[in-house]
């Protein structure tokens, strides 16, 4: 169940990303920390991991080297990111049938939203 979690969340993320131009953490950390109870440490290295290697590789290494993080974060963030690079393709053509006014708004809400759950946490 873990796995499908994993996968939905980088979908999701993917979606919104491609639709909103965010990066994923404004989406995968919320998820991590709000759904999945992780820690705030975990969550940020696990979606650090998800989102490119290349540039997190660094920020994991030091959370992973401060203890803050196992390998089964390091998991959780590459399955996460197999669903950010299909969703990332389903969110911009969504975002390309909405109007730039509806686009914006929407996001607004969307912030909104994450920005309350996130305060009253």
Not at 10 to 24: D, I, R
Not at 28 to 35: A, G, N, R, S
Not at 86 to 106: C, V
């Amino acid at each position: 169940m873990q796995f499908l979690l994993m996968i939905a969340t980088g979908l999701a993320a993917g979606v919104l990303s491609g639709m909103f131009g965010v990066g994923g953490g404004v989406i995968i950390v919320p998820v991590l920390v709000l759904v999945l109870g992780f820690t705030q440490h975990a969550a940020n290295a696990t979606s650090l991991m998800a989102l490119l290697l290349p540039v997190g590789l660094l920020g994991v290494l030091e959370y992973f080297r401060a203890g803050k993080i196992g390998t089964d974060n390091i998991w959780f963030g590459l399955l996460i990111a197999a669903g950010l690079f299909f969703g990332a393709l389903l969110g911009a053509k969504l975002a390309t049938g909405l109007s730039g006014d509806m686009l914006r708004k929407m996001f607004a809400v969307f912030l909104g939203i994450v920005a309350v759950r996130m305060w009253l946490q």
